[in-house]
């Protein structure tokens, strides 16, 4: 079980109460599949997904991209127990999300600009390695 300290979990709270799920979830998703773009393969039936002009402007990227943001609401009201919020998805999830979270630290990042602090940073770092490590262990 993971500890929280009382600035991780308000951080957290704090930066999902802030974010915009429509410009995060599609800018965090679209980047992923740019910058690693073998996770295209999971995404064959969004169409054009070409070049990158194709993705930020593909609107099945930026719904499936809200639509994740917005799953990972569930680990924020359930901080003390990811691994059981998180219970029925995939190890392929688990795979995505590692790669996700990357993309989505750099765009939450800009979002909050000089508020994402080194300390900010690490919470939400944190936070993520939760989720995908709760994932991954109900397979391992």
């Known amino acids: ?25 599609q ?15 999971y995404f064959g039936n969004f169409g054009n997904l070409y070049n990158a002009a194709a993705i930020m402007g593909n609107p099945m990227v930026a719904a499936h991209g809200k639509v994740v943001l917005h799953g990972l609401d569930r680990a ?16 392929l999830h688990s795979e995505k999300l590692h790669l996700l979270g990357d993309c989505l630290t750099i765009v939450v990042a ?5 508020g994402f602090t080194p300390e900010v940073q690490a919470a939400f770092q944190k936070f993520l390695a939760v989720v995908v490590s709760s994932l991954r262990r109900q397979y391992h």
């Open 1 to 25: 079980m993971v500890e929280w300290t009382d600035f991780e979990r308000t951080t957290i709270q704090d930066i999902f109460s802030k974010m915009n799920y429509d410009v995060v979830g």
């Open 110 to 114: 800009a979002q909050l600009g000089a």
């Open 27 to 41: 800018q965090a998703l679209a980047r992923c599949l740019i910058v690693y773009p073998w996770t295209q393969r």
């Open 76 to 91: 924020v009201k359930n901080m003390d127990n990811i691994k059981a919020a998180y219970a029925e998805l995939s190890v």
